[in-house]
Structure formats: structure tokens, C-alpha cells
């Protein structure tokens, strides 16, 4: 099963503007991991987020954690046509042999030129 | 190019019979993960390893799926006996886990998109 669920499923954007989208998961975690994937190919990871940290930034990217909350969300700033893709959370559990990562079904982001 | 290869990128088969694929991760990379990705749908976890070792297998795994990593390189992914429901993108991923670490990141091959006819 899915530990990890996007929203919105779905996101069209004009070049410019900034894309947001957030995660839910349900058990607790040692890290959380946004991916972004172009059609037909493999996954790329973009950003990992401890669970100790609440804020994270990788050049356009934030991506922030609220353990409270079991959620993330990742921003995107200035998107650019070449942002068009669908991007993925994923978490582990944190028991201690359970090493897999777990993927959400993903937020479609179409960045309009 | 993340390093991480997969062959082939592509494969159709009849229902019924067996296919293989492999993956080579990056070469000092310990684990490695088998993922199935359906359209519209985020990867779904298989099986993964430790070096050679076979550490954990979905329960969705079927009896027809098994995978190997001999020597604790590459990998292969056989599926005996062909159903239309197996037509998905397999995907193969490898990580550097150090001791007393949590997961690192994955690095993704491009996947073998598998069509069962």
C-alpha cells in the first residue's frame, strides 16, 4: 500500500508563476523525499527532508515537514516549461528494518509557456 | 544519465511466456530496489537487497515473480508465465546505505516498460 498521498492530483501552471503541492503520510517517519519524474522515464530525486527538520531549500525548491501534521509540501518558485513532469513524496518508516521507500500516486505539474 | 541502467527499455510479450530483465546499479552501491509503476500511478514497492541478500518481498509479489542479485551487483527480474495485468514499467533503483544511517536517496534507472499481449 501507499504510505504516502499528493494533492492536488493535477496542476497547470503559467510559466512564472509558483507550483505547490503537498503530501500526506500516515506513520512516522525518518525522512521524507520529493522525485520528479518526465514521461516515460525513471524517477530523479530532488530533495530529502529529515525528520528533524521543518524547512529545506535546493535552489527553486522548498520543501517543508510537519510530523505533527504527517504532511509536506514542496514549492516550486519561477516555474519554467522544463518543470513539466509528475512529482512523487516518499517515505520510509521509522522502525528500524524497514528501509523501503514508499511512494505517493503523484502530482501532474504542466507549466503553460 | 543517474548511472543506473536497465535493459530492455522496452518488452512485448505473448501471455504465458517468461521474461527477464536486468538492472546494473551504481557500482558501490549496496541496496537495490525493484519498483512496478502503472500509469497514473506512483511506483509500487517489490523487492529490494542488501548486497546479495533478498531482504524483504512485496506481499503483492506473485510466485511467478523472482529476483536475483548474485555477488551483490547486478540484479534481474524474471516473471514466469505472462499475464495481462504484469503490462506496467519496471523499475530498478539503487542506494548507498552506511551503517546506523536511514535511507538514502534512490537513484532510478529509466525503467523496462513491459507489454503483455
Known amino acids: 500500500s501507499q504510505q504516502g498521498e499528493e494533492d492536488p492530483q493535477a496542476l497547470s501552471i503559467q510559466e512564472g508563476e509558483n507550483a505547490t503541492m503537498n503530501c500526506s503520510y500516515k506513520?512516522?517517519?525518518?525522512?521524507l523525499q520529493w522525485y520528479r519524474q518526465n514521461s516515460g522515464r525513471g524517477l530523479v530525486h530532488l530533495i530529502l527532508?529529515?525528520?528533524?527538520?521543518r524547512e529545506k531549500h535546493s535552489g527553486r525548491l522548498r520543501v517543508t515537514l510537519d510530523t505533527s501534521k504527517k504532511s509536506s509540501s514542496l514549492l516550486i518558485t519561477a516555474s519554467r516549461a522544463a518543470d513539466t513532469a509528475s512529482y512523487f513524496c516518499?517515505?520510509?518508516?521509522?522502525?528500524?528494518?524497514?528501509?523501503?521507500?514508499?511512494f505517493g500516486a503523484g502530482t501532474t505539474v504542466t507549466v503553460r509557456a | 544519465d543517474t548511472g543506473v541502467s536497465q535493459d530492455p527499455r522496452h518488452k512485448i510479450t505473448k501471455r504465458g511466456q517468461n521474461v527477464t530483465f536486468r538492472c546494473d546499479p551504481i557500482?558501490?552501491?549496496?541496496?537495490l530496489y525493484w519498483y512496478r509503476q502503472t500509469l497514473g500511478q506512483g511506483p509500487e514497492f517489490l523487492t529490494y537487497f542488501q548486497n546479495e541478500a533478498q531482504l524483504e518481498k512485496s506481499r503483492l509479489l506473485s510466485d511467478r515473480f523472482s529476483a536475483e542479485r548474485p555477488k551483490g551487483s547486478f540484479s534481474t527480474l524474471e516473471i514466469q508465465r505472462t499475464e495481462q495485468g504484469d503490462s506496467a514499467m519496471y523499475l530498478c533503483?539503487?542506494?548507498?546505505?552506511?551503517?546506523?544511517?536511514?535511507?538514502?536517496?534512490?537513484?532510478f534507472g529509466s525503467g523496462t516498460q513491459l507489454s503483455v499481449l
Open positions: 527532508i529529515r525528520s528533524n527538520e
Open positions: 533503483a539503487s542506494s548507498l546505505a552506511r551503517t546506523g544511517r536511514t535511507n538514502e536517496k534512490l537513484f
Open positions: 516518499a517515505t520510509d518508516r521509522s522502525s528500524s528494518n524497514d528501509y523501503k521507500l514508499s
Open positions: 557500482s558501490e552501491h549496496n541496496r
Open positions: 506513520t512516522s517517519i525518518n525522512n
